[in-house]
């Protein structure tokens, strides 16, 4: 959940109103904006740690003091008095601190859940990488709707507001996510597709090793005329590159030891060359996929590394 970072607003200038009111506009958004700041604040530093630190249980820590500032700033918002011009803007506050209380509390536990069952197959990965999707388009729609409400009431109560300089750094992790994820998915489809042939492979069912081996090698070609027309990160190419290596690899396994692998599959005696090329394909597999994947790997964490800035380190009085 790394790019679902709310925009943060400072106040350039208010101007003053010609009506009286119960709850100065200014200051009631004002309020409003602070306790929305500290969550971003503390959401950025959660994003910023989970990138940064091997710490697990420090990461948690971070997930936790997020949840907290949550609670505060929802008992804060409740407990301070509205009129009628503002009600809307702290329902609206409210709404999204909701929002965010559900997705970090109870459905980043059943995400978590399913990342950690993620591994044993690409349908669990998938399932993943759906609810995943579902969760931060939640949050996103519920950060839009409140930034979209801040800028209807500024506008009502004549507030300048310009973008806090903390926003380079948020829309900098949203490039980076978006980026980082189009790379991935290719990767995602090429690696479902080639476990597909392995499957039918050690099944020796020839009839659907052929079908998707096609696929796989049309899937491949595909992929890597999409990867290579895609553009480096801040100069970065060395993650994309992993993936087009990737699918080269691939397309190459499809086309020629895949191949192999089905004209011996559909004699009816295998020769000693049929069985040589069986072995032959098995261990290319086996040799060459191991260390393109700890590429994959590497240079995707170094991406998130290079482009999340590190956390402020943390100083504590004695």
């Given at each position: 959940?790394?790019?679902?970072?709310?925009?943060?607003?400072?106040?350039?200038?208010?101007?003053?109103?010609?009506?009286?009111?119960?709850?100065?506009?200014?200051?009631?958004?004002?309020?409003?904006?602070?306790?929305?700041?500290?969550?971003?604040?503390?959401?950025?530093?959660?994003?910023?740690?989970?990138?940064?630190?091997?710490?697990?249980?420090?990461?948690?820590?971070?997930?936790?003091?997020?949840?907290?500032?949550?609670?505060?700033?929802?008992?804060?918002?409740?407990?301070?008095?509205?009129?009628?011009?503002?009600?809307?803007?702290?329902?609206?506050?409210?709404?999204?601190?909701?929002?965010?209380?559900?997705?970090?509390?109870?459905?980043?536990s059943t995400l978590l859940q399913l990342k950690m069952e993620s591994d044993n197959s690409f349908e669990a990965m998938q399932k993943y990488?759906?609810?995943?999707?579902?969760?931060?388009?939640?949050?996103?729609?519920?950060?839009?709707?409140?930034?979209?409400?801040?800028?209807?009431?500024?506008?009502?109560?004549?507030?300048?507001?310009?973008?806090?300089?903390?926003?380079?750094?948020?829309?900098?992790?949203?490039?980076?996510?978006?980026?980082?994820?189009?790379?991935?998915?290719?990767?995602?489809?090429?690696?479902?597709?080639?476990?597909?042939?392995?499957?039918?492979?050690?099944?020796?069912?020839?009839?659907?090793?052929?079908?998707?081996?096609?696929?796989?090698?049309?899937?491949?070609?595909?992929?890597?005329?999409?990867?290579?027309?895609?553009?480096?990160?801040?100069?970065?190419?060395?993650?994309?590159?992993?993936?087009?290596?990737?699918?080269?690899?691939?397309?190459?396994?499809?086309?020629?030891?895949?191949?192999?692998?089905?004209?011996?599959?559909?004699?009816?005696?295998?020769?000693?060359?049929?069985?040589?090329?069986?072995?032959?394909?098995?261990?290319?597999?086996?040799?060459?996929?191991?260390?393109?994947?700890?590429?994959?790997?590497?240079?995707?964490?170094?991406?998130?590394?290079?482009?999340?800035?590190?956390?402020?380190?943390?100083?504590?009085?004695?």
């Open positions: 959940m790394k790019n679902v970072i709310l925009t943060a607003l400072v106040i350039l200038y208010a101007g003053t109103m010609a009506y009286t009111q119960t709850v100065d506009p200014v200051k009631y958004f004002e309020f409003l904006n602070n306790e929305h700041v500290a969550i971003v604040s503390k959401s950025l530093e959660y994003v910023q740690h989970s990138v940064h630190s091997d710490d697990m249980a420090g990461v948690e820590h971070k997930r936790v003091e997020l949840i907290n500032q949550i609670g505060i700033a929802t008992a804060n918002v409740n407990n301070r008095p509205s009129d009628k011009a503002t009600a809307q803007l702290k329902t609206d506050m409210l709404s999204v601190l909701n929002a965010y209380k559900e997705a970090f509390r109870n459905e980043f990488l759906d609810a995943q999707d579902a969760v931060e388009k939640k949050l996103a729609a519920a950060a839009d709707r409140f930034l979209q409400a801040q800028k209807e009431f500024a506008k009502k109560n004549n507030i300048l507001l310009v973008e806090s300089d903390r926003n380079s750094e948020i829309n900098q992790i949203n490039r980076l996510n978006n980026y980082h994820r189009a790379v991935f998915l290719r990767y995602f489809r090429l690696s479902k597709r080639n476990a597909a042939v392995l499957d039918a492979m050690s099944k020796q069912d020839v009839k659907l090793m052929e079908k998707e081996r096609v696929l796989l090698l049309e899937e491949s070609k595909q992929e890597l005329k999409s990867l290579q027309l895609m553009p480096a990160f801040n100069g970065d190419t060395e993650f994309r590159d992993a993936v087009v290596n990737i699918a080269s690899f691939y397309k190459d396994m499809a086309e020629n030891d895949f191949a192999k692998v089905v004209a011996a599959f559909r004699k009816k005696e295998m020769t000693q060359e049929d069985v040589d090329a069986y072995n032959k394909a098995v261990d290319r597999f086996n040799n060459e996929s191991g260390a393109l994947l700890d590429n994959y790997n590497q240079t995707s964490d170094k991406l998130f590394k290079k482009n999340v800035p590190k956390p402020a380190i943390e100083t504590k009085q004695i």
